[in-house]
């Protein structure tokens, strides 16, 4: 009698700016158990934002062992890697040993003087990369360290030194030191990422100060379907294939659907991201829409899915700020509770939740939030209303974006994130934005299972991306009720609402 075969799996890690996580995605497309670890994020002063690079690793090896030592009698075939995006890393090639902290994709300490380069920059990398000159600085503050820094300048000289985001640093210490090389997908959130040619811009790397001898190999997201190497497996404790690496966002696209052109997501956290698929050609920012931003979805061996992104600060955040430091409610699910039996009227409370600044379709980072049209009839169900529904126009806000600069409308959107587990919020968006929502039900896992399904494309566990993603079982549904003038009439409300001065 023939037995059955042992059941495949990929094991998938995903590498966060607060915490590390790894499960196995099995050949079904599920992921099992995931096992998470936290990691300290510094603040040494108001700009700057920095990690230390070995609790990284640490963290990313405890929770990977501890997903292979739940993985039974399943066969694993490969391994995924998904990371934060942009945090940059400085290290010792003979050592292993990083020089100094990273500096994480949120630091600002340089945002000042990379204003010097915008008048002859800004429209140069908005043509080629996608994105303006910004106030992430990953080369500049390399360029600084080897620079000011006495034992960084010794180890460039010496030819120890390494440079790499937070991929290229896992990907280094998961092969042993065998590779040094990142990917289109991570490489483009550095800003010097040439879209169409798939590419270092060196001439403005270099401009920034940065040796451009220092850049690692760069690679598809599936390393070309080679693979970036063989885990090492002394410190792993498997040698198996290490088949794809890709940024958070982009993974997590991919897993929730977006693989043709107008299929988007928006994933509801600490902010809300909103990423749409443009397709195999690349959609380029356009004049008067601010901060949306044109990247690969991924490269899959010599071709590229290009996608946009658009991204809101405060969403899930807002949240947190109403119940736990102002003490308005107790529970963002109170919020819902209360807000459920609303209904959409002109005038009333209206809620702006832009507390750290707007980017689409204006970049205006002095923006505030803000609570308007209070009477002494409003009431603490009024206002939990206005708070979600200025949730849902900021997502709007960000589509709107996207698809202006798409030059067309979504074909699909599915969400997921902790903060689109509330029924009142996305039936309140579904209402906004004007189509179907499709909460998928295991989006927690989504930037897991994206680079596994890479990952297992490219190695023979599925035939396709679409086999991997398409098998996965359809969420709750969310259909739009509201009448279109009435829609219309709401976001024109927002409109002139958030473009007062």
Same mark, same amino acid.
């Given at each position: ?8 799996? *990929? %094991? ?46 640490? /963290? ?19 391994? +995924? ?21 990273? *500096?994480?994709? !949120?630091?600002?300490?340089? +945002?000042?003087?990379?204003? +010097? ?17 910004? =106030? ?16 960084? +300048?010794?180890? &460039? ?22 590779? &040094? ?11 010097? #990422?040439?879209?169409?040619? &798939? ?8 401009? !920034?100060?940065?040796?451009? $001898?220092? %850049? ?13 190497? %063989? ?7 498997? =040698? ?20 043709? /052109?107008? &299929? ?9 991201? *909103?990423?749409? =698929? ?54 963002? !699910? ?11 009227? =002109? ?81 309140? !968006? /579904? ?21 596994? #399904? ?12 679409? $086999? ?34």
């Amino acid at each position: 009698m023939t037995q059955p075969s042992a059941r495949r799996g *990929v %094991l998938a890690i995903d590498e966060g700016t607060t915490g590390t996580r790894a499960g196995i995605v099995y050949d079904d497309g599920s992921a099992g158990e995931v096992f998470y670890r936290p990691i300290k994020v510094a603040h040494p002063d108001a700009l700057s934002v920095e990690q230390d690079p070995m609790e990284i690793w640490t /963290a990313t090896l405890d929770v990977a062992r501890r997903a292979l030592g739940s993985a039974g009698d399943t066969e694993i075939t490969s391994v +995924a890697l998904t990371t934060q995006r942009a945090t940059a890393i400085l290290w010792d090639r003979v050592t292993g040993l990083p020089l100094l902290p990273a *500096v994480v994709w !949120q630091d600002r300490r340089y +945002a000042r003087d990379l204003l +010097a380069y915008e008048a002859e920059w800004d429209s140069v990398l908005l043509t080629r990369t996608g994105r303006p000159v910004g =106030s992430r600085a990953p080369f500049l503050w390399a360029a600084r360290q080897i620079a000011e820094r006495p034992e960084v +300048a010794a180890a &460039h000289r010496e030819g120890r030194l390494l440079f790499g985001t937070v991929d290229t640093w896992l990907i280094w210490q998961l092969t042993g030191g065998a590779t &040094h090389a990142t990917t289109a997908s991570n490489a483009a959130s550095t800003g010097g #990422y040439l879209l169409r040619e &798939h590419a270092w811009f060196e001439e403005w790397i270099a401009a !920034q100060g940065f040796p451009p $001898e220092l %850049l690692p190999d760069l690679r598809a997201d599936d390393a070309d379907g080679a693979g970036f190497g %063989l885990t090492d497996a002394d410190t792993l404790g498997v =040698s198996v294939p290490l088949a794809a690496s890709m940024g958070d966002q982009h993974a997590a696209l991919l897993a929730l659907g977006g693989l043709d /052109a107008g &299929h988007g997501m928006c994933v509801y956290g600490t902010g809300a991201f *909103v990423d749409v =698929s443009t397709g195999l050609d690349p959609a380029m920012p356009r004049p008067g829409i601010d901060g949306v931003l044109a990247q690969p979805g991924w490269r899959q061996g010599g071709t590229t899915q290009y996608s946009l992104e658009a991204y809101a600060s405060t969403t899930g955040s807002a949240l947190r700020w109403l119940c736990e430091d102002l003490g308005l409610f107790s529970s963002p !699910q109170e919020i819902g509770e209360l807000a459920a039996p609303g209904g959409y009227r =002109s005038g009333g409370p209206r809620f702006v939740p832009t507390l750290a600044g707007v980017r689409v379709p204006v970049w205006r980072p002095e923006a505030t939030g803000s609570l308007t049209g209070l009477s002494l009839a409003t009431t603490r169900a009024d206002i939990a209303r206005a708070v979600l529904e200025g949730i849902a126009h900021s997502v709007c806000d960000l589509v709107d974006g996207v698809t202006a600069t798409m030059g067309a409308p979504l074909r699909q959107l599915r969400v997921g994130g902790g903060v689109s587990g509330s029924d009142p919020l996305m039936r309140i !968006q /579904a209402d906004l934005v004007g189509m179907p929502l499709e909460r998928v039900a295991d989006s927690a896992t989504a930037s897991l299972r994206g680079s596994a #399904y890479l990952a297992g494309a490219s190695t023979g566990l599925w035939t396709s991306l679409e $086999e991997a993603v398409e098998a996965r079982s359809k969420g709750d549904v969310f259909e739009p009720e509201l009448d279109s003038a009435v829609r219309e009439e709401q976001r024109a409300e927002w409109r002139t609402l958030t473009q007062r001065p």
